[in-house]
């Protein structure tokens, strides 16, 4: 089992920054992609970003690439999204995701989550 807790979600204006943290635990090992997903009321959750343990890829949802910037810390198991540049449609609950396979993008494919963490951004 991995488990995974996320922190620094806020409310923030528009234009403003927020860094995310996800913290692992447990059978980290099994793990080798990490991915950050988001809920806004009424829609469905989806694909944010994610990146490799080992070797560092990433990947971006099209509508964040240039603000988000997603990163790992292996000694600390951590994983952050750093969030630049936040708008109004940002505004969701964030998860991260741990996937035993390799980085994917679908979040039916990923094995464990966090509880999520509110990130309100004011306009």
């Known amino acids: 089992q991995v488990q995974l807790v996320e922190s620094g979600g806020g409310l923030v204006q528009a234009g403003g920054s927020l860094r995310l943290s996800c913290a692992a635990s447990?059978?980290?090992?099994?793990?080798?992609?990490m991915g950050w997903f988001r809920q806004a009321p009424g829609k469905e959750r989806e694909f944010v970003a994610a990146?490799?343990?080992?070797?560092?890829?990433?990947y971006y949802k099209d509508s964040v690439k240039g603000r988000f910037t997603i990163s790992r810390d292996n000694a600390k198991n951590t994983v952050y999204l750093q969030m630049n540049s936040l708008k109004p449609e940002d505004t969701a609950v964030y998860y991260c995701?741990?996937?035993?396979?390799?980085?994917?993008?679908?979040?039916?494919?990923?094995?464990?989550w966090g509880q999520g963490t509110q990130v309100t951004v004011s306009s």
């Open positions: 447990g059978r980290t090992f099994s793990s080798v992609a």
């Open positions: 990146i490799t343990w080992s070797e560092g890829s990433t």
């Open positions: 995701a741990a996937e035993k396979t390799r980085l994917r993008v679908s979040q039916y494919e990923y094995d464990y």
